[in-house]
């Protein structure tokens, strides 16, 4: 089993910034996995936001965040981040850190196997 825990949401107002964090645990070492952020808003299905390769070479973004939203890992730590600027209501979600033993960036949902509690990421106008 891996754990995997969000923490760094809250309430921001519009164009500000947050950075969110996602610290891995458990037996396996992760290092190696594809990780990803995602989000849900109520009443919405999850959405890709930003997945980044296990050695931090590739990255890619939701086109909804793309120049706004940053992501980055410190293996060293098992720590995944999410850098947000530029913060816009529609960013109002649950945000989800994930992750899979799949050498492949992918925005698919279903291709990330252990997933986060989820953290509150609140934009006010």
């Known amino acids: 089993q891996v754990q995997l825990v969000e923490s760094g949401g809250g309430l921001v107002q519009a164009g500000g910034s947050l950075r969110l964090s996602c610290a891995a645990s458990?037996?396996?070492?992760?290092?190696?996995?594809?990780m990803g952020w995602f989000r849900q808003a109520p009443g919405k299905e999850r959405e890709f936001v930003s997945t980044i390769s296990w050695s931090g070479g590739s990255t890619y973004y939701a086109d909804s965040v793309t120049g706004r939203f940053t992501i980055s890992r410190d293996n060293a730590k098992n720590t995944v981040y999410l850098q947000m600027n530029s913060l816009k209501p529609e960013d109002t979600a649950v945000y989800y850190c994930?992750?899979?033993?799949?050498?492949?960036?992918?925005?698919?949902?279903?291709?990330?196997?252990?997933w986060g509690q989820g953290t509150q990421v609140t934009v006010s106008s």
């Open positions: 458990g037996r396996t070492f992760i290092s190696t996995y594809t």
């Open positions: 994930a992750a899979t033993p799949l050498r492949i960036t992918t925005p698919r949902v279903n291709a990330y196997t252990y």
